[in-house]
């Protein structure tokens, strides 16, 4: 009787605690990959540039309210400007990456006054990551106190 207790609820538990383990390797063995990517990313150009989605959909540096408002803004191949690490130190950046599921990553780069910021997207597309969205330096609405 106890025997048959401990199989009937103990194996449920342990296969979903075997699944949560596998799902934990699965999400940190993503998490490396990703880093990977950003670090050669941010440091070799020409895998930069085999790794962005042109014309690349996003909003230019210093944007007015016509650049964004009909969407149709694309960064180009002949015109992009390398991306490299942020010293953060020593600009005043502060980079928050945010995973949504397990093949996009949003990154947000903002500025200590709190004014100013970036925003990176990536997509996991064909089992490789790529640059998928660039919003460029612009200044942030400020609410008024």
């Known amino acids: 009787m106890k025997i048959s207790?401990?199989?009937s609820i103990g194996l449920p538990v342990a296969c979903i605690l075997c699944t949560a383990a596998c799902r934990?390797?699965?999400a940190s063995a993503d998490a490396s990959e990703f880093s990977t990517f950003y670090e050669r990313f941010l440091t070799d150009s020409i895998f930069q540039?085999?790794?962005i989605q042109f014309p690349l959909e996003g909003i230019p540096?210093?944007?007015d309210s016509a650049d964004v408002a009909d969407g149709s803004f694309r960064w180009e191949r002949e015109?992009?400007?390398?991306h490299r690490k942020f010293d953060t130190q020593r600009t005043g950046f502060s980079i928050d990456l945010e995973r949504l599921g397990s093949d996009i990553v949003t990154e947000r780069i903002l500025h200590e006054s709190g004014r100013y910021a970036m925003l990176r997207?990536?997509?996991k597309m064909d089992g490789?990551?790529?640059l998928i969205?660039?919003?460029g330096l612009n200044s942030l609405a400020v609410p008024e106190e």
Do not use: C, G, P, S
Not at 79 to 82: F, S, V, Y
């Open 5 to 7: 207790v401990f199989l």
């Open 61 to 63: 540096d210093n944007a």
């Open 121 to 123: 997207r990536y997509a």
């Open 133 to 135: 969205y660039y919003a």
């Open 79 to 82: 015109t992009w400007k390398m």
């Open 24 to 26: 934990n390797q699965a």
């Open 49 to 51: 540039i085999e790794h």
């Open 128 to 130: 490789e990551w790529r």
